[in-house]
Nanobody, 121 residues
């Protein structure tokens, strides 16, 4: 079964940077909007950034000017460049994609397993 595979999380000091990556584990027929969400302990999951196939982007107010979402359509990969990280950015970050896998030929809403980002001195 196709999955979204994330990488790039870790521990970073305040003011530092991290880059997250996410791509499907198997071949995809087509892929539409891709995005990043996060969930901190005791809080609901929230949208961080979304990018649609036309490269139109949307960001949470809390990350505007610090985070940049981008995608490589040839590799079906989405990235999240996170700069000027703050302790309040600490959360599990999840990748999301609306896509049609080759194995199913049916559209679906897929999530990654999550990657931990911890911002602490």
């Amino acid at each position: 079964q196709v999955q979204l595979v994330e990488s790039g999380g870790g521990l970073v000091q305040p003011g530092g940077s991290l880059r997250l990556s996410c791509a499907p584990s198997r071949s995809i027929f087509t892929i539409g909007a891709m995005g990043w969400y996060r969930q901190a302990p005791g809080k609901q999951r929230e949208m961080v950034a979304v990018i649609i196939s036309g490269d139109s982007t949307s960001y949470a107010d809390s990350v505007k000017g610090r985070f940049t979402i981008s995608r490589n359509n040839a590799k079906n990969t989405v990235y999240l460049q996170m700069n000027s990280l703050k302790p309040e950015d600490t959360a599990v970050y999840y990748c999301n994609a609306k896509m049609i896998p080759l194995e199913t030929r049916r559209p679906g809403d897929y999530w990654g397993q999550g990657t931990q980002v911890t911002v602490s001195s």
